[in-house]
């Protein structure tokens, strides 16, 4: 089945604990998307992939890193959370020549 | 500034109540406008993509339409199934996988 997977789905954690949520996609799609989804905020685009080691800097970069080192996994970092990352995140992917975006389930995060 | 704004925040409708969702955007040169339905709880699931000014797409009680400076996405005769929040989307460019959203649109559909 065609998927796109997050883990962990929900996180518990303190102010300043590394964590690291990871993000894989069956679908050998090329660009692959950090989104964070707050109320009233929408969906608001931290990093993005367009392929191997090539990321960049969405809307909202400020506090995460990412990495591509494989194709299929582009897992989100957090150096030192902080209660204002407290949110519902969001990983997605979509093959090069369409736009259509394939979202995984969700992350929720909530920093103490 | 960038921009893409729905409206409205929230509309609740009768079963078999039609009725059409806004997205105007402000963005600098059109690359294309995304229609995603999102359920509680989940991630967005695609729905349209619309190029050009004037293009249509259906899928079975919801339209999506494209002017220059919007889009709406009409609901026929909608069913409580068809409740959820709709968002739309705005490439920034060609050249990045740069995206904007809107906030979105909650739909509650009631028997």
């Known amino acids: 089945e065609a998927q796109v997977t997050q883990n962990p789905r929900y996180l518990i954690t303190v102010t300043g604990k590394k964590l690291t949520v990871t993000c894989s996609q069956n679908?050998?799609?090329?660009?692959m998307s950090w989104y964070r989804q707050d109320p009233g905020l929408g969906l608001r685009q931290i990093y993005y992939?367009?392929?191997?080691?090539?990321?960049d800097k969405g809307d909202v970069p400020e506090g995460y890193k990412v990495s591509r080192k494989e194709k299929r996994n582009f897992p989100l970092i957090l150096e030192s959370p902080s209660p204002n990352q407290t949110s519902l995140y969001f990983c997605?992917?979509?093959?090069?020549?369409?736009?259509?975006?394939?979202f995984g389930p969700g992350t929720r995060l909530t920093v103490l | 500034e960038d921009q893409v704004t729905q409206s409205p925040e929230a509309l609740r409708l009768q079963e078999g109540e039609s009725s059409s969702l806004n997205c105007s955007y402000t963005?600098?040169?059109?690359?294309?406008l995304f229609w995603y339905r999102q359920d509680p709880g989940k991630g967005p699931e695609f729905l349209f993509t619309?190029?050009?000014a004037g293009e249509e797409k259906e899928k079975e009680r919801l339209k999506a339409t494209l002017t220059k400076k919007e889009s709406f996405l009409h609901i026929t005769a909608p069913k409580p199934e068809d409740s959820a929040t709709y968002l739309c989307?705005?490439?920034?460019?060609?050249?990045?996988?740069?995206?904007?959203f809107g906030t979105g649109t909650r739909l509650q559909v009631f028997p």
């Open positions: 997605a992917s979509r093959r090069e020549g369409s736009y259509e975006q394939f």
């Open positions: 679908m050998n799609h090329e660009y």
């Open positions: 992939s367009m392929n191997v080691e090539v990321t």
């Open positions: 963005v600098s040169g059109l690359r294309g």
């Open positions: 619309l190029y050009s």
């Open positions: 989307a705005v490439p920034l460019s060609y050249n990045t996988d740069k995206l904007i």
